[in-house]
């Protein structure tokens, strides 16, 4: 069981290491990105789930889908166990994570990007 300081602290750490993007590649037509690709970059969800996780997820025809239907086909408390964040907040950031515009930022890990400020801003309050 990961908290929520932990699951903050992960996602911020694969932004830093430039592993977050897996975008166009979703079957969903390319508005979001999948939870882990071929390359193993990761949307920002997709890095807090470990390699057996993605399997299930792959397995049930879900690695392009939003976190709520994952959460939805898995169960609520274990997507929280797992990133140790609440649904609601686990969408907000992969809808920042998923606009267009910023995928330049996030593919060159940009320190002063949205997603990375939310980040830490999430994090303070941990």
């Known amino acids: 069981m990961r908290t929520r300081k932990q699951g903050l602290t992960a996602m911020i750490?694969?932004?830093?290491?430039?592993?977050?993007?897996s975008f166009?590649?979703?079957?969903?037509?390319?508005?979001?990105?999948?939870?882990k690709d071929?390359?193993?970059?990761t949307c920002i969800v997709g890095c807090l789930f470990n390699d057996a996780q993605v399997a299930d997820i792959r397995?049930?025809?879900l690695n392009g889908a939003r976190i709520a239907e994952v959460a939805r086909k898995i169960g609520r408390q274990?997507?929280?166990a797992v990133t140790g964040l609440q649904v609601y907040e686990l969408t907000?950031?992969?809808?920042?994570?998923?606009?267009?515009?910023?995928r330049k930022n996030i593919i060159a890990g940009a320190l002063n990007a949205p997603l990375y400020r939310k980040l830490e801003k999430m994090l303070a309050k941990a």
């Open 38 to 41: 071929r390359a193993a970059r």
């Open 59 to 61: 397995k049930r025809g």
């Open 78 to 80: 274990n997507i929280v």
């Open 13 to 21: 750490k694969a932004y830093k290491a430039g592993k977050l993007g």
């Open 92 to 102: 907000a950031l992969q809808e920042l994570h998923d606009e267009p515009s910023q």
């Open 24 to 35: 166009g590649s979703s079957a969903l037509g390319g508005s979001s990105c999948l939870y």
